[in-house]
């Protein structure tokens, strides 16, 4: 679970993802949408109250993995 909301850095070994995502406090960190290998998180700034008290968000369940073409199969 996301300990508070803000904008987080993004490592994974496995395959080049987003270098940062936002995430919302109390949601599940996010896994790569190709594999089962573990992406860790590193809290680069945090979201202010007002930043977070929108009534509107995305919630992101996996990152996609950037520059690698999808073989149909």
Same mark, same amino acid.
């Given at each position: 679970? &996301? #300990?508070? *909301? +803000? $904008?987080?850095?993004?490592?994974?070994? /496995?395959?080049?993802? #987003?270098?940062? &995502?936002?995430? $919302?406090? +109390?949601?599940?960190? @996010?896994?790569? /949408?190709?594999? /089962?290998?573990?992406?860790?998180? %590193?809290? %680069?700034?945090?979201? *202010?109250?007002?930043?977070?008290?929108?009534?509107?968000? &995305? !919630?992101?369940?996996?990152? @996609?993995? $950037?520059? /690698? !073409?999808?073989?149909?199969?």
């Amino acid at each position: 679970m &996301v #300990p508070k *909301s +803000g $904008i987080y850095a993004v490592q994974h070994s /496995e395959h080049r993802l #987003p270098r940062e &995502v936002t995430l $919302i406090q +109390g949601q599940q960190f @996010p896994r790569c /949408e190709a594999c /089962e290998s573990a992406v860790f998180f %590193r809290m %680069r700034r945090r979201l *202010s109250a007002a930043g977070t008290g929108t009534q509107f968000h &995305v !919630s992101l369940y996996q990152l @996609p993995v $950037i520059g /690698e !073409s999808r073989r149909a199969g």
